[in-house]
C-alpha cells in the first residue's frame, strides 16, 4: 500500500520550469531538448493513428479537412470555369494566344530599376536560372518605352523589370511583346537561396508548372501570362516544379524538386529564391504610364480630405472662406498663429480649398468643407 502511494506521489510531481532556470545556455539546451521531446510525441501519435485507421479499414473515420479561408469561400460571379465557351473564346484571341497554339517560343529580357543595389542583381541572377530562356540588360538610364523597341528587335517576348526600395526588390513590371498587356505587382517577402534552409542545388532542365486558385476572370489573364514565361514542354526527369499558389488575392512564389526517398514516399526540396507577389494593376498593351488604358486598378482606402504644412503665417488669408479661431474650442493654444495648413482634395489635386492658421483636427475641417459645399 505504501508502495502506490510513493508511486503516486512521484507521478504527481510537476515538471520543472523551464523559465525558472536563469543561465540562458542551460535554458536553451532544455527548451531543445523539450521541443524534440514534444515532436517526437506527435510522430508516435500520427503512427498510432495510422495503425488504428488501417486496422479499422473500411470501417476507419473520414479523414479531417482543415478549415481555411480559401476552403471555405463561397463562389461568387466573378469566378469562372476553364470550360466555358465564352472564356474560351476570349482566350482564343487574347495576347498570349500565340503562345498557347505554340507558334511563338518565350525569351525572356530581366532588368532592374537604375543603378541596382548588390541584393537586387543577386536577386535577378536567381531569376534568370528560375526562368528559361532570360537574359539579364542593365537599364542603364532607358525609358522602358524605348527599352520595348529594343526587345522587340531581339526577338524577346516578354520583359520583367525588378524595382527596388531602400535596396530591396519591391516591385515587379511584366510585359507581354508585342501587344501586351502589362501587370505590375507589389513584391514582399524576397528569400534568396542562401538564406532558405536546406536548399538544393539548381539544374537547368526545363521546369513544370503549377498554377492554383486563378479562378476568376481576372485571374485567367494573370495565370495566362505566368504560364507564357515557360517552355511549352517540361523536362520531367529533371524533376523541377515552379508553383504560382494564389491565396487571398497574394501570389505565392515558389521553386522545388522533387526527392523520391524510396518507392511509395516523396517529398520536396525548395531550390530558391521565393518571394510575394500582389497585384497592383493590369493595363493593355505594352507600358504606357501616361496613356494606357487600364483593365483592372487595385483602389487603396483613401481619405476624401487630407491638410498639408505649407508655410508659417500669421495671418488668415483664403479665398474661398475663414475658419474662425474661436470654433476649434482652444483659442489660447500656443500652436495658434504658427502654422499654416492647406486643405486638397485628392481628386480636385492640388488647388487650395481652404488655409487655416492652425492645424485644426481632421473631422472639424470635413465639417466645415461639407458645409462649404452646401452653401
Not at 502511494?5 to 531538448?33: F, G, H, T, W
Not at 488501417?54 to 479561408?69: F, N, S, Y
Not at 476553364?82 to 495576347?95: F, G, L, P
Not at 532570360?134 to 518605352?145: A, M, Q, V
Request: glycine share 4%; aromatic share 8%; proline share 6%.
Amino acid at each position: 500500500m505504501a508502495s502506490k502511494d510513493e508511486s503516486m506521489a512521484v507521478s504527481e510531481i510537476p515538471k520543472p520550469n523551464i523559465s525558472s532556470i536563469r543561465n540562458k545556455q542551460l535554458r536553451k539546451a532544455a527548451y531543445m531538448k523539450l521541443k524534440i521531446e514534444k515532436r517526437k510525441e506527435k510522430i508516435k501519435e500520427k503512427k498510432r493513428k495510422k495503425k488504428e485507421n488501417e486496422a479499422l479499414g473500411d470501417k476507419a473515420p473520414p479523414k479531417q479537412v482543415p478549415k481555411t479561408i480559401e476552403s471555405m469561400r463561397i463562389p461568387d460571379e466573378t469566378m469562372v470555369n476553364a470550360q466555358d465557351e465564352e472564356v474560351m473564346k476570349d482566350e482564343a484571341q487574347d495576347e498570349m494566344s500565340s503562345y498557347f497554339r505554340r507558334e511563338t517560343l518565350p525569351k525572356i529580357l530581366i532588368t532592374t530599376s537604375d543603378r541596382p543595389s548588390s541584393r537586387t542583381n543577386k536577386f535577378c541572377k536567381e531569376l534568370k536560372k528560375s526562368f528559361p530562356n532570360s537574359e539579364i540588360y542593365y537599364r542603364r538610364g532607358l525609358d522602358l518605352k524605348k527599352i520595348i523597341p529594343q526587345a522587340l528587335s531581339r526577338d524577346f517576348t516578354d520583359i520583367m523589370v525588378v524595382n527596388e526600395n531602400h535596396q530591396q526588390p519591391n516591385g515587379l513590371i511584366l510585359t507581354h511583346l508585342p501587344d501586351g498587356p502589362t501587370s505590375h505587382f507589389k513584391m514582399s517577402n524576397v528569400r534568396l537561396a542562401p538564406e532558405i534552409k536546406r536548399v538544393g542545388e539548381m539544374t537547368g532542365h526545363q521546369p513544370e508548372i503549377i498554377l492554383n486558385n486563378f479562378n476568376t476572370r481576372l485571374g485567367h489573364s494573370v495565370g495566362r501570362m505566368f504560364a507564357s514565361l515557360f517552355p511549352h514542354d517540361p523536362e520531367f526527369h529533371g524533376r523541377r516544379v515552379i508553383t504560382f499558389h494564389n491565396q487571398r488575392d497574394f501570389i505565392f512564389f515558389r521553386h522545388h524538386r522533387y526527392v523520391f526517398r524510396n518507392e511509395k514516399r516523396a517529398g520536396l526540396q525548395e531550390l530558391g529564391p521565393r518571394f510575394t507577389l500582389k497585384l497592383r494593376s493590369l493595363q493593355k498593351g505594352t507600358f504606357d504610364s501616361k496613356y494606357g488604358e487600364y483593365e483592372w486598378i487595385h483602389k487603396a482606402v483613401r481619405t476624401t480630405i487630407m491638410y498639408i504644412t505649407v508655410f508659417r503665417r500669421r495671418t488668415i488669408a483664403s479665398k474661398e472662406f475663414n475658419i474662425a479661431l474661436n470654433d476649434n474650442g482652444n483659442t489660447n493654444s500656443p500652436s495658434q498663429g504658427k502654422e499654416d495648413c492647406q486643405l486638397f482634395h485628392p481628386i480636385m489635386g492640388k488647388s487650395p480649398i481652404v488655409k487655416a492658421m492652425t492645424q485644426l483636427p481632421a473631422i472639424t475641417l470635413l465639417r466645415r468643407y461639407q458645409e462649404h459645399l452646401c452653401e
